[in-house]
């Protein structure tokens, strides 16, 4: 189904429709529009409306579900943010609250203590900056965290930011270098013999392109479906969080544990998240989610005073073993799909680079073939993946 070297040699690129205004679909259209590609952006809600605008918006290179492979991206997408983020910042003229902080895996008991050295030693191979560090180091860095902590992996090579803020100021340099963005609903694609010529919208009207890039986060599978008839185990997937605001100091850390993020933002929120949910397209905070989560942090941080500003829910997208899915999707010439699971706002700059790479330079990154439409559903059949 997926023919990569024929993207090495004849596709014309033209003019490139991306369906989804998400971090996805606007990393995408900001590095295609620096390179003198026409874009047009169709989001039908608002830009960073969905799964984008929730993130806690940690770039933490750190899942490993599937392979090594998956840490080595998310150390790619880490330098790709690094090298990419003051050009965005000036092209937008947007503040999008960035910092660097430092994630402390908080170990609690024996197993965790052997988990987090493991996983430290695994990032340590793709050059990330982590450590293993004790309780009375740990409560060093912040002395509110809990007595019963017996030390984690100190990981130092993470940025986070406002999400909501990010995404937006990627539209609008994206528009500062000739992207165009339509408001609307995609609601089919059309072709010529096997080639795509346009996106249909809900309104009548039709976006003449030369190449589409599905960028629908948890929406992709369904169109796929729908446009393509090809069905990919892209899955909805809710996730619940908190805003919190603190009372008392910064946190000396932020701190990942059990699933949990806490990270203390810029403008003083703090995030607090994610409660995974089976509940398909339907997300949004529950009474149960919010004692789920606050359970976390009472652990984490006893004595830690805060008030609750916020609860919120979003959808992102499920794919096995967390691997994205990315590159040529269907039978049809320039129809192409780009969707992470839930930890899309990573790796975004990495996939955004690579889409970019093989259109516009049509170059294939070494990792690319793991993404293949083909390698998820090769992947979908893997028992040991069904429950991740
Ligand atoms: C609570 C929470 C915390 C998270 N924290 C992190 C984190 O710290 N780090 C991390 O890496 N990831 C995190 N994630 C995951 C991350 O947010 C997602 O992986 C990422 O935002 C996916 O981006 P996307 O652009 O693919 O999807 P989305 O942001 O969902 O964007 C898809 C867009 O497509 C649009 N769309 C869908 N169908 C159509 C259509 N037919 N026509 C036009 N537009 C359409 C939607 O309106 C939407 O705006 C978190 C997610 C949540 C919910």
């Not at 910064?250 to 929120?269: E, I, K, P, Y």
């Not at 090769?378 to 429950?387: F, N, T, V």
Request: proline share 4%; net charge neutral; charged share 20%.
């Amino acid at each position: 189904m997926t023919n990569l070297s024929h993207y090495q040699s004849s596709h014309n690129l033209g003019k490139v429709a991306i369906i989804g205004g998400g971090v996805i679909g606007c990393f995408l259209a900001y590095r295609l529009s620096k390179e003198g590609v026409p874009v047009v952006i169709i989001e039908r809600r608002g830009v960073a409306s969905e799964a984008s605008g929730w993130s806690a918006g940690n770039v933490q290179p750190a899942t490993r579900t599937y392979g090594q492979f998956q840490i080595d991206m998310g150390a790619e997408s880490l330098a790709a943010f690094r090298r990419w983020l003051p050009e965005i910042k000036e092209e937008s003229g947007r503040d999008i609250r960035d910092q660097k902080i430092r994630y402390l895996y908080a170990a609690m008991n024996e197993d965790e203590v052997q988990d987090t050295q493991v996983f430290a030693q695994e990032l340590s191979e793709a050059k990330l900056r982590v450590e293993w560090i004790d309780a009375k180091a740990a409560r060093e860095l912040d002395s509110r965290l809990s007595p019963g902590l017996l030390g984690g992996m100190l990981h130092s090579d993470c940025i986070q930011m406002d999400p909501y803020m990010f995404t937006n100021a990627l539209a609008v340099a994206s528009r500062h270098n000739g992207a165009r963005l339509i408001n609307d609903e995609a609601i089919g694609l059309e072709f010529l013999h096997d080639r795509i010529t346009g996106v249909k919208l809900s309104g009548g009207d039709v976006v003449h392109c030369d190449t589409v890039v599905l960028a629908m986060g948890a929406w992709s599978g369904q169109a796929i479906k729908k446009w393509l008839n090809v069905s990919l185990p892209i899955g909805p997937h809710a996730l619940q969080k908190l805003h919190l605001r603190p009372k008392g100091p910064r946190l000396g850390c932020a701190v990942r544990w059990m699933g949990t993020n806490m990270v203390h933002r810029s403008d003083g929120l703090m995030h607090l998240g994610s409660k995974h949910d089976d509940t398909g397209f339907d997300a949004r905070p529950t009474n149960d989610g919010k004692e789920w989560l606050l359970e976390r942090v009472h652990k984490i941080f006893p004595s830690l005073k805060f008030t609750i500003e916020e609860a919120g829910a979003g959808c992102g997208a499920s794919t096995p073993g967390r691997v994205p899915i990315l590159g040529p999707v269907g039978l049809a010439d320039g129809v192409f799909v780009s969707v992470a699971s839930t930890n899309g706002f990573l790796l975004s700059a990495f996939m955004s680079d690579v889409l970019t790479e093989l259109l516009v330079h049509r170059h294939v990154h070494t990792l690319l073939p793991e993404l293949t439409s083909d390698q998820a559903i090769r992947r979908s059949a893997d028992p040991q993946l069904k429950d991740i």
